[in-house]
């Protein structure tokens, strides 16, 4: 077994210009996942991009003066949390146990929720101290649990505004999407349409907005937002098909998804009007909800048309396959979404619904149900690790251009997670997946070193 440490010198090549300031990140194995394997691989890196990558010899001999880090183990691009609730951290303890229904779970959730807005520190800590919780420093807790993993970047739902900023606090790229629900027409116009525009407009990050669902919004909210978003030009992520009484909630506007939703007190039209007579894709699809500006969390309950949809307004789905266990939920169709080239993300979701924030037990799960549910190319592996890299890159519409990550290729930020283990001559990342899940050694964001797990 490698070790958690690094090794440092000071190299020379000759040739090679503008080495000032140059990093060289080396290690035994890389996985740019842009590019293939990379045995006795290296990274030239400066200013938090990546200048270089290829073989060792060769990027180490482009630059004259450079600083050499040699790592242990296996050097992989940052990983992409493509879904989750940073700020729900302090709920741990609703994601270690198992709910018959994504309904069950949710009504655990609201009261849990409610008792931390208004009395907390009691969640986190066992004592009431008579405020509510630090929800910012519950994401920030998450966020340093997702890095120590091997994450570099988030796709962050946040309900509670003081969160928003957290993972960028912690460290972490990506973006945070300002949840909107409960909104009837009514309240949105009065209101809510308002209270969003100022929100985007004083967030001091880039934001993006996420519907929660369906079924928590009037059917005039959801296609309003949709009209915001492309009129703002944000990103849009939204719940979509987690529930198996979704369909019937928008076709009908009965079962137990509307039961729950009368409960909490909403008058939404679909339960004044008996549905809609569409299936959640086609609802959302017909108001421009979807298109590669926006991505969807969980999607468990699609038929192949909805999932051609999806597919053709180039829409990433975002699979949580341990928080839809959590939830006593059917699997995703893991396989059939491969074979017909559905571009997938992967996420946790929170830990109010999913037992940790290490993103390859997710990638790793992903890949057990492939198997079982027929998939049997060789590239599956490869295809999972993609997902969980450049896949989440794609969702948060950070694939390409200067900010770019997911990949370790020359111009991208120099995001990368460091992981202790010895592939030797086995596929790599099928190792990866299998031995991975808890051994993340460092992680790296923008070429500084965020995080390094502490030598026993």
Not at 165 to 179: D, S
Not at 186 to 198: D, F, K, M, N, Y
Not at 247 to 257: D, S
């Amino acid at each position: 077994m490698t070790t958690a440490r690094t090794r440092h010198r000071v190299a020379s090549g000759a040739g090679g210009r503008g080495s000032a300031g140059v990093v060289v990140h080396s290690a035994p194995l890389m996985l740019p996942v842009a590019g293939p394997p990379l045995r006795e691989g290296a990274l030239a890196v400066r200013r938090g991009r990546v200048l270089a990558a290829g073989p060792r010899r060769e990027v180490a001999g482009a630059f004259r003066e450079h600083r050499e880090v040699r790592w242990d183990g296996v050097v992989v691009a940052g990983l992409v949390n493509a879904h989750t609730h940073l700020q729900f951290s302090c709920l741990a303890r609703l994601g270690r146990r198992r709910y018959g229904s994504l309904e069950e779970w949710s009504t655990a959730f609201d009261a849990a929720y409610a008792e931390a807005s208004s009395a907390p520190d009691a969640l986190a800590t066992g004592r009431r101290r008579g405020r509510k919780v630090d929800w910012a420093a519950a994401a920030r807790k998450g966020a340093r649990a997702a890095i120590a993993s091997g994450t570099t970047a988030v796709a962050d739902v946040v309900t509670d505004m003081e969160a928003a900023a957290a993972y960028a606090e912690a460290g972490l790229t990506g973006m945070a999407y300002l949840e909107v629900l409960g909104d009837t027409e009514e309240s949105w116009h009065a209101e809510g349409r308002e209270r969003l525009i100022t929100a985007l407009q004083e967030a001091g990050l880039p934001m993006g907005v996420s519907p929660h669902a369906v079924y928590a919004l009037d059917v005039a909210v959801l296609e309003d937002l949709a009209l915001l978003a492309r009129s703002y030009r944000v990103r849009q992520q939204i719940h979509l098909a987690e529930s198996a009484h979704e369909r019937e909630y928008t076709v009908r506007g009965t079962g137990p998804l509307a039961r729950m939703v009368r409960d909490l007190g909403f008058d939404f039209a679909v339960l004044r009007e008996g549905g809609t007579g569409l299936g959640p894709v086609d609802l959302l699809d017909g108001m421009g909800v979807f298109g590669e500006h926006c991505h969807v969390a969980h999607a468990v309950y699609l038929t192949p048309d909805e999932r051609r949809v999806l597919r053709k307004r180039g829409t990433v789905i975002a699979l949580c396959p341990r928080s839809n266990r959590t939830l006593g939920l059917d699997t995703p169709q893991v396989a059939a979404l491969l074979e017909e080239g559905n571009p997938i993300a992967v996420g946790t979701d929170s830990l109010a619904s999913s037992p940790s924030m290490d993103l390859l037990e997710d990638v790793r799960l992903l890949r057990d149900l492939a198997r079982e549910q027929g998939y049997t190319d060789a590239d599956l592996e490869r295809r999972l690790v993609g997902a969980a890299t450049e896949g989440g890159a794609r969702a948060l519409g950070m694939a390409s251009g200067p900010g770019r990550i997911g990949a370790l290729i020359p111009g991208a930020r120099a995001d990368f997670a460091v992981f202790d283990i010895d592939t030797g001559t086995r596929e790599p990342y099928r190792t990866l997946i299998e031995e991975g899940p808890g051994r993340c050694a460092a992680t790296v964001i923008a070429g500084r070193r965020v995080w390094q797990r502490a030598r026993s």
